[in-house]
């Protein structure tokens, strides 16, 4: 019996392997592209709060 279940795990050991990394590379994936989309609008607000900013010290220094 143990000598079957070794020749099993021979034969298709490495399947196993690789569908666990395909796992992991697409969950690594997804999370790259959420961080990715949370910068992107973490930049866009940074820059909304910039331009009000000199808005404002415009405003500001013509009074």
Known sequence: MFYQ???QFFENGSAAFARKSNR???HRQ????RLEA???RK??????????HLQLKKELGEL
Do not use: F, G, P, Y
Not at 43 to 52: H, I, K, Q, T
């Open 38 to 40: 949370k910068l992107q």
């Open 24 to 26: 992991a590379v697409t």
């Open 30 to 33: 997804k999370t790259i592209e």
């Open 43 to 52: 930049n866009e607000v940074e820059s909304e709060l910039l331009e009000a």
């Open 5 to 7: 279940w070794q020749a």
